[in-house]
């Protein structure tokens, strides 16, 4: 799956919560998350005041973007717990400081299961 690929793949299933989510389909949108955070910073940072805070209108976008891709976030995620054989329910060790949020990414790079699992077929 291609970048582009996925980031449509996870917008056009914005909340199906339900199937698997392939490896390449969960990292690619978090690496497409990362780089417009990154983008809207180096745009604050070029607008920054001379105190070096990030103008109001960087802010409101970041705020808008991660209320925007909230909900397709915890659908990939669930989908890719989902993959590798785990419940949804799994996500919530990232609520666990530290720890956790190194437990989900050991998760997230595991292979997925090489056959249709209880949550239905292989991702292509």
């Known amino acids: 799956m291609t970048f582009n690929q996925a980031v449509s793949s996870v917008f056009s299933k914005y909340v199906t919560f339900s199937g698997r989510a392939s490896r390449s389909e969960f990292w690619y949108f978090v690496v497409f998350e990362l780089f417009v955070y990154v983008v809207l910073y180096l ?18 976008l970041s705020g808008l973007f991660g209320l925007i891709v909230l909900l397709p976030s915890l659908a990939v995620s669930v ?30 790079l595991q292979k997925g299961e090489p056959a249709p699992n209880r949550f239905g077929a292989v991702p292509a």
């Open 43 to 60: 745009f604050g940072w070029l607008f920054s005041g001379p105190n070096g805070e990030l103008p109001a209108f960087v802010n409101i």
């Open 79 to 108: 989908r890719r717990m989902h993959d590798i054989g785990k419940g949804g329910g799994w996500i919530f060790i990232n609520l666990v400081p530290f720890i956790g949020e190194i437990w989900f990414i050991i998760l997230a």
